[in-house]
């Protein structure tokens, strides 16, 4: 997620993606290290922005079981007027709070009703609007999306709406099933303009995450068509297999 740039993290309804967010705004706001990085950072302000989930009853619970400073995760009060890409509201707020990652949760509701996903003027003229915010204060932004359904074609062309939507963003990462795990999952880059593309990340999601290990070879496109390799342990075979050894 490189500041000053957008990136997309997109999944199937279900598969946990809102969850992954939240996980990582939660190590950002207190500075723990990320996933599988001995280096801890600087805890951050984290602007978090969701239509889908209500703050008080699901964001906030599911936060602070993350173990987030949710003193640095701050809201933008929506109930009058929506959020848009192009809301000044949303730059006020990143330089207001000094916050170094904003996320909108999800897409869909976030480029304006006026937009239509699907024509690629639209949804450039939309984008462009919020690259020049994340430009001009140098806050990283994500944004949660869902998924088409044209099983069987590359990663990149997942992404709900016109391809100019992962055209407009540097970085895309995606989470999917992982074989037929009903919590195991897989974070998976499929663009990485801006740096060399990292592993995929093996995780598990219930009441909240866990990241599990690291999977060098993971490829987006085999996880999406169903090609995953050999089955991961679950948490508890990983246990028992520490306690035998």
Sequence with gaps: MPYGKITILQGDPGCGKTMVALSLAAMLST???????PQANDPIT????????????????????????????????????????DDTRLEAAVRQENARLLILDPLSAYIGESVSMNQANEVR???????SMAQRTGCA????AHMNKMNGT????????????????????????YRKSPTQ?????????????????????????????QLEEADA???????????APTKQQQAEQRITL
């Design 31 to 37: 500075g723990a290290a990320l996933p599988f990085s």
């Design 46 to 85: 984290v602007l978090y922005q969701t239509s889908e989930d209500g703050i008080a009853d699901t964001i906030k619970p599911r936060l602070e079981r993350a173990q987030a400073d949710c003193t640095r995760i701050k809201i933008i009060d929506e109930s009058k007027t929506p959020l848009r890409f």
């Design 125 to 131: 003229s939309a984008f462009r609007s919020l690259y």
């Design 141 to 144: 932004v994500l944004i949660v």
């Design 154 to 177: 590359s990663a990149l062309y997942r992404t709900s709406g016109s391809i100019d939507v992962a055209g407009a963003v540097r970085s895309i990462l995606t989470v999917t099933k």
């Design 185 to 213: 999952r897989v974070l998976v880059p499929v663009k990485s303009n801006l740096a060399p593309a990292g592993n995929g990340l093996l995780l598990e999601v219930t009441d909240h995450v866990e990241w599990l290990d």
């Design 221 to 231: 496109d085999k996880l999406l068509n169903g090609n995953q390799g050999p089955a």
